[in-house]
């Protein structure tokens, strides 16, 4: 082979590799700020009221939502648990994380006390019929208020 032709294939070679690292550099940039999007830098408490539900039909089931109008008049989509009830109107307290990249995502912390009956057990149960330890978490979660 002549030098000539073999230079110019070098260069073309090199041409190609740098082109490869900055692929992988935009990539794994790319990586980076997705996985930053879920890494919150700060979390804070708001309120707001229960406008209404949806869910979102999946393959693997229902997914429930509620749809929140915070007090600064915002109106977010809450994922909540399947067994959750659906209290329209009533308060709501959320968490808010802010992710490194300024992104908002709220988590459903429960109603607010004033507005929820914090009864969740049927009249007829009291609370000498509970077990020690259930009674024990349904006065620490607030759900039940003993008398002692």
Do not use: C
Request: no cysteine.
């Amino acid at each position: 082979m002549r030098e000539e032709l073999k230079e110019e294939l070098d260069k073309e070679l090199k041409k190609h590799s740098k082109g490869k690292w900055v692929l992988a550099l935009i990539v794994f940039l790319g990586i980076g700020v997705w996985l930053a999007s879920f890494v919150p830098i700060s979390t804070e408490n708001v309120f707001g009221v229960l406008v209404t539900s949806t869910a979102l039909q999946r393959e693997d089931g229902n997914k429930r939502y509620l749809i929140v109008k915070l007090d600064d008049g915002l109106q977010v989509k809450v994922p909540i648990a399947r067994k959750t009830p659906i209290q329209p109107g009533s308060r709501v307290e959320l968490a808010r994380h802010v992710s490194l990249i300024g992104i908002n995502k709220y988590v459903f912390l429960g109603y607010e006390s004033s507005s929820h009956n914090k009864s969740l057990l049927p009249t007829s149960l009291t609370p000498l019929a509970l077990a020690p330890g259930v009674k024990g978490t349904l006065a620490a979660l607030g759900a039940v208020e003993f008398n002692r």
